[in-house]
Nanobody
């Protein structure tokens, strides 16, 4: 069973940056979608950014202009560069990769904490 291994979370001050990485432990064939989600305490999980394999990156309103999603197609890895972080960005961030056979893979989640 392929697992998504995430790294890069941590605690930062307002205005600082973090880069999250998500690397599969094995090969995922026919990737259709790659994305990052987050869930803050007491809130529902929400989409942060996504890259459809045949489309352009898309961002939630709160992420647009501050976050950048990118991928390494050779490794099926996906990254999230987060700049100008705010306390309201504090959450557990998880990556997701779906393939064309509707298999869905999720990372274990990494904590991002932004203090003022």
């Amino acid at each position: 069973q392929v697992q998504l291994v995430e790294s890069g979370g941590g605690s930062v001050q307002t205005g600082e940056s973090l880069t999250l990485s998500c690397v599969p432990s094995g090969t995922i064939f026919s990737v259709a979608f790659m994305g990052w989600f987050r869930q803050a305490p007491g809130k529902e999980r929400e989409l942060v950014a996504a890259i459809p394999i045949d489309g352009m990156p898309a961002y939630a309103d709160f992420a647009r202009g501050r976050f950048t999603i990118s991928r390494d197609s050779a490794r099926n890895a996906v990254y999230l560069q987060m700049d100008r972080l705010k306390p309201e960005d504090t959450a557990v961030y998880s990556c997701n990769i779906d393939d064309l056979n509707r298999a869905s893979y999720w990372g274990q989640g990494v904590q991002v904490t932004v203090s003022s």
